[in-house]
């Protein structure tokens, strides 16, 4: 592929504590970020509700695993502006932008990213990620939209998704793109471009 993308939904750290109360907390050794770079990862998506099960360090620490490997990510960053900053990639003289964000979690765990604090690009109230997709669109041909959004293991929509996966569309994203329910939840076409759910 020109450019390959995953989710990205554990942390690479050997620091920090589980996060209290998380009945699933997922960390891998920094050295197996070489599992990425053999399988031929481009980019990954940090905007989940993994990203932050060892706290602020670990999340710290996969952010400067993955820069070392020189794999990209998006939806997360060592500050607000940082998360929000779409990553633009060239191919075939096409400009390609990735945007991504989270609103996976019934009880909010995983922060946001503040002004002077690290975490992800939340969701919930869509004008930040509405935001990003418009930055995005102004300087790329093409914008794909990462969310990770939905219930874990059903097949069945939440509201939510097919109002803002619209939303997405209208703000400038060519494509959305949904992860975090495990299962497939279908694909949508709204004025010629997909929303693939899940």
């Given at each position: 592929?020109?450019?390959?993308?995953?989710?990205n939904e554990f942390?690479?750290?050997?620091?920090?504590?589980?996060?209290?109360?998380?009945?699933?907390?997922?960390?891998?050794?920094?050295?197996?970020?070489?599992?990425?770079?053999?399988?031929?990862?481009d980019?990954v998506?940090?905007?989940?509700?993994?990203?932050?099960?060892?706290?602020?360090?670990?999340l710290?620490?996969?952010?400067?695993?993955?820069?070392?490997?020189?794999?990209?990510?998006?939806?997360?960053?060592?500050?607000?502006?940082?998360?929000?900053?779409?990553?633009?990639?060239?191919?075939q003289?096409?400009t390609?932008?990735?945007v991504?964000?989270?609103?996976?979690?019934?009880?909010r765990?995983t922060p946001?990213?503040?002004?002077?604090?690290?975490?992800?690009?939340?969701?919930?109230?869509?004008?930040?990620?509405?935001?990003?997709?418009?930055?995005?669109?102004?300087n790329a041909?093409?914008?794909?939209?990462f969310v990770?959004?939905?219930?874990?293991?059903?097949y069945?929509?939440?509201?939510?998704?097919?109002?803002?996966g619209?939303?997405?569309?209208?703000?400038?994203?060519?494509?959305?793109?949904?992860e975090?329910?495990?299962?497939l939840?279908g694909?949508?076409?709204?004025?010629?471009?997909?929303?693939?759910?899940?």
């Open positions: 592929a020109d450019i390959m993308c995953l989710n942390t690479y750290s050997t620091q920090g504590s589980p996060l209290k109360g998380k009945a699933y907390t997922f960390r891998a050794q920094p050295s197996r970020v070489d599992i990425l770079k053999e399988m031929g990862v980019i998506s940090l905007a989940n509700n993994h990203a932050y099960d060892y706290g602020e360090r670990s710290i620490d996969t952010m400067a695993t993955l820069k070392q490997a020189g794999i990209h990510y998006v939806g997360a960053g060592h500050n607000l502006e940082e998360a929000m900053s779409p990553v633009y990639f060239e191919v003289g096409k390609i932008a990735y991504a964000a989270s609103r996976a979690e019934k009880y765990m946001q990213a503040t002004e002077d604090a690290p975490g992800i690009l939340l969701c919930y109230d869509t004008k930040l990620f509405l935001k990003a997709i418009e930055e995005a669109k102004k041909d093409y914008v794909i939209a990770h959004w939905g219930t874990e293991y059903s069945e929509l939440e509201k939510v998704q097919r109002v803002t619209k939303e997405y569309l209208d703000a400038g994203a060519d494509i959305v793109i949904g975090h329910s495990h299962c939840q694909i949508e076409y709204y004025e010629g471009k997909p929303i693939v759910y899940s």
